[in-house]
């Protein structure tokens, strides 16, 4: 943790580790000395930067307790002016009580029969305004281009012109049209992000109507919400954890939490993919913080990986700089990177493929352009990174 306080270091984090753990602002008659042992402990000071220690009998497996402890009231104590959580190592023994992901980077690759490339993947847009039907269609027009996987946006739930039941139906007929068509797999993430009850009763009308991936946008529905999701054994869908609000909490880098410590904690609440930042969009996050977000969603640890997507003002330009920095265990997706397209959304989708397919091969996108016409419309119009 990074600390800035108008007391020194030393006294501000004694203070913050009694408060992360057994103590308060002042002696206490009821303290004894079995519980003084349960206390965080400072281990290391290295100027601004502290590391602190919590046994581990103070935690239970539960996302809502742990965070409760290790970022809760010490980010409003006065004692505290900033206070920056950097990182987080949580012992393999006690992550292995989570269960992570059901399916996992493997488990999204085999149900979508795709090994050795980055998956690609659409948000439709505009992401909330359009009619269901139309969402279905663009869909189609998006799986038909080539795209693999298509997602609601996270404000988009249950809306009067966009009905939960009706776009999922809708949809997933589309999905079973194109897959037809294709002979290629497809894969639909539905919002089901509500107030848990109706989370519930969403991915209930998801189920029967043979979905198999769901979206949950983590922060705003809470971690409470998305670690009792995953124990709901009916369901098995696919999870994809959007981050929406995250920056709140993580942007600030003297104040908050780092971006790496939520998409551990969405990983090991069972998210199967998860927005880990782009670095080449629209979207704040520099390589090095989506370098190690893509850490925390893969590094080997006793719980599946969650697949990593990246997201958020990408187009084909940017996906060679995307694949070469974070590799090809990635989903790649844009949404006005697709439906911004000069020939729409299917010309846009089959752009995103080409320029992956490019990459892939080894090939220049400008080279590939010469013989893909999709891929020499979206670099002309998208010249750089979000522009
Ligand atoms: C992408 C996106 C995602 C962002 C969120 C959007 O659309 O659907 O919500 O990726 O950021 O609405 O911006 P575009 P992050 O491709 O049209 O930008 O992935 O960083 O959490
Ligand atoms: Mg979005």
Redesign the pocket.
């Known amino acids: 943790m990074k600390i800035k306080s108008s007391l020194s270091v030393r006294e501000a984090a004694v203070r913050l580790a009694a408060e992360s753990s057994i103590g308060t602002w002042t002696d206490i008659s009821t303290m004894k000395p079995e519980i003084r042992k349960l206390a965080a402990k400072i281990f290391e000071i290295k100027e601004d930067v502290i590391k602190v220690a919590y046994p581990l009998d103070i935690f239970e497996p539960s996302i809502p307790q742990i965070l409760a402890d290790v970022a809760g009231n010490i980010f409003g104590m006065l004692d505290v002016d900033e206070l920056r959580i950097e990182d987080i190592i949580i012992p393999s023994k006690f992550l292995k009580q989570f269960r992570g992901p059901s399916h996992g980077i493997d488990g999204v690759r085999n149900m979508m029969q795709i090994k050795d490339r980055p998956l690609v993947g659409t948000?439709i847009?505009p992401?909330i305004g359009l009619p269901y039907k139309d969402h279905a269609r663009v869909a189609f027009e998006a799986w038909i281009g080539g795209i693999d996987f298509v997602k609601d946006?996270?404000n988009l739930t249950n809306q009067s012109f966009n009905p939960f039941k009706e776009r999922v139906i809708e949809t997933l007929q589309a999905l079973d049209r194109v897959e037809t068509k294709t002979g290629e797999k497809k894969n639909y993430a539905a919002n089901i992000s509500a107030p848990y009850n109706e989370m519930l009763e969403r991915a209930d009308i998801l189920k029967d109507h043979d979905g198999k991936c769901a979206m949950i946008d983590v922060i705003t529905c809470g971690f409470s919400a998305v670690q009792s999701f995953i124990t709901e054994e009916r369901f098995n869908f696919i999870l994809h954890g959007?981050?929406?609000m995250?920056a709140a909490m993580t942007r600030n880098p003297n104040h908050g939490i780092h971006m790496s410590m939520l998409a551990l904690l969405s990983r090991m609440c069972g998210m199967d993919q998860f927005?880990v930042?782009?670095a080449f969009?629209?979207?704040e996050?520099d390589v090095e913080e989506v370098t190690r977000n893509i850490h925390s969603c893969t590094f080997d640890c006793g719980l599946k990986k969650t697949f990593p997507?990246c997201?958020?003002?990408?187009h084909p330009r940017v996906i060679p700089d995307i694949i070469e920095t974070f590799g090809k265990d990635i989903i790649i997706?844009?949404?006005?990177?697709v439906h911004g397209h000069p020939k729409g959304t299917t010309a846009g989708a089959t752009a995103m493929r080409q320029a992956v397919d490019a990459v892939m091969d080894g090939v220049s996108l400008e080279t590939h352009a010469k013989t893909h016409e999709e891929l020499a419309g979206a670099l002309q119009k998208w010249k750089s990174q979000y522009s």
């Open positions: 948000i847009k992401k946006d996270e959007h981050r929406a995250h927005h930042g782009a969009g629209k979207m996050g997507a997201s958020g003002g990408l997706q844009a949404g006005g990177g």
